[in-house]
């Protein structure tokens, strides 16, 4: 099994920014893709970014492209998510998830966290 916890989450204003991370434990993630999403109230669970952790390739959706940077940290076995220039579009549950497979849709993903709230004033 393996354990994602998510943090870094909080209220901020427009404009501002904040950097999420996410730790990963119970096995070795250097085969995994890791990816982020989120989701707000009424919406669906919605991609954000994702890395790739052999070939270090990364792709964000349009809504964020930009102003948010996926990156990694191997030795920790790590994911961050850095946002910038945040609106109130960008308020929701934001989730990290591990997958061997895994890329920019919900469904290949293996691995969850338990979310981390965003909250972005107008």
């Known amino acids: 099994q393996v354990l994602l916890v998510e943090s870094g989450g909080g209220l901020v204003q427009a404009g501002g920014s904040l950097r999420l991370s996410c730790a990963a434990s119970?096995?070795?993630?250097?085969?995994?893709?890791m990816g982020w999403f989120r989701q707000a109230p009424g919406k669906e669970r919605e991609f954000v970014a994702v890395?790739?952790?052999?070939?270090?390739?990364?792709y964000y959706a349009d809504s964020v492209k930009g102003r948010f940077t996926i990156s990694r940290d191997n030795a920790e076995n790590t994911v961050y998510l850095q946002m910038n220039t945040l609106t109130s579009e960008d308020t929701a549950v934001y989730y990290c998830?591990?997958?061997?497979?895994?890329?920019?849709?919900?469904?290949?993903?293996?691995?969850w966290g338990q979310g981390t709230q965003v909250t972005v004033s107008s």
């Open positions: 998830a591990a997958g061997s497979t895994g890329w920019a849709s919900r469904y290949d993903y293996d691995y």
């Open positions: 119970g096995r070795t993630f250097s085969t995994y893709n």
């Open positions: 890395i790739s952790w052999n070939v270090r390739s990364a």
